[in-house]
């Protein structure tokens, strides 16, 4: 119940396309589905964020897609590129502002090929 | 926006000794502060949970006594590898919640610390 499933594993997109990231989850108390973005030796980075009120928000390139009722919820990456590569997590928790941490997702290695 | 700082950013060790790692908020208080661990092309690991003024809340099979953790201030919280050894090497993270007024209460990540035991 925990658990965010993540997918898929490793992912390569040419240069100008879209990356797509897959996240799906059990637990119908999570409230907050944050998306993070981490480079080989750097602690990992907020992306963007989404609470499951919305179904969709955008932030420049990147967009989170929610469906409530799937309980499933992605990242779209448009015009993606090379500085892109890098591993993206999905994680979830109960409530925003509370003490409960987050549960990750295994993560995504992207990779941007020209 | 908000910097959560890690010192030291790597570090080597013998085995057998102790290695301390900060974790600071630069411009924010955290009551909270959690500490992860990651092995190479893996997710993050949560250790323990880190409150400011009371003990650590450790997750399931972490060694609480190996993995010291102190939260003494709103700024500040540390991390003791005691007596390290070779399988203690890993990448350690940690991150702070911002809180307080007007705070939106999202998670920052230090740029992690990265220990060698040799």
């Known amino acids: 119940q925990q658990q965010v499933k993540q997918s898929p594993q490793s992912l390569i997109v040419q240069k100008g396309g879209i990356s797509i990231i897959n996240c799906a989850y059990e637990n119908t108390a999570f409230d907050y589905f944050p998306w993070y973005q981490q480079f080989p030796g750097k602690g990992p980075a907020l992306l963007i964020a989404i609470r499951p009120d919305v179904s969709e928000k955008k932030e420049g390139r990147f967009t989170i897609s929610f469906n409530k009722s799937a309980k499933q919820f992605s990242l779209h990456i448009m015009d993606s590129q090379p500085g892109d590569s890098a591993t993206y997590f999905c994680a979830a928790r109960p409530d925003r502002a509370g003490n409960t941490p987050l549960v990750f997702g295994k993560g995504t290695r992207l990779s941007v090929i020209a | 926006g908000a910097v959560v700082s890690q010192h030291p950013s790597w570090v080597i060790c013998k085995s057998g000794t102790s290695v301390k790692i900060e974790c600071r908020s630069l411009?924010?208080?955290?009551?909270?502060m959690f500490w992860y661990r990651q092995f190479p092309k893996q997710s993050l690991m949560l250790m323990a949970t880190?409150?400011?003024?009371?003990?650590?809340?450790?997750e399931q099979g972490v060694e609480k006594d190996k993995f010291l953790i102190n939260h003494a201030s709103l700024t500040l919280s540390t991390l003791t590898v005691t007596s390290a050894h070779p399988e203690d090497s890993s990448f350690y993270i940690c991150?702070?919640?911002?809180?307080?007024?007007?705070?939106?209460?999202?998670?920052?990540f230090g740029e992690g610390s990265r220990l060698t035991v040799l």
């Open positions: 411009d924010f208080q955290a009551t909270t």
């Open positions: 991150s702070a919640r911002a809180t307080g007024r007007g705070s939106t209460g999202e998670l920052f």
């Open positions: 880190s409150n400011e003024g009371s003990k650590a809340t450790y």
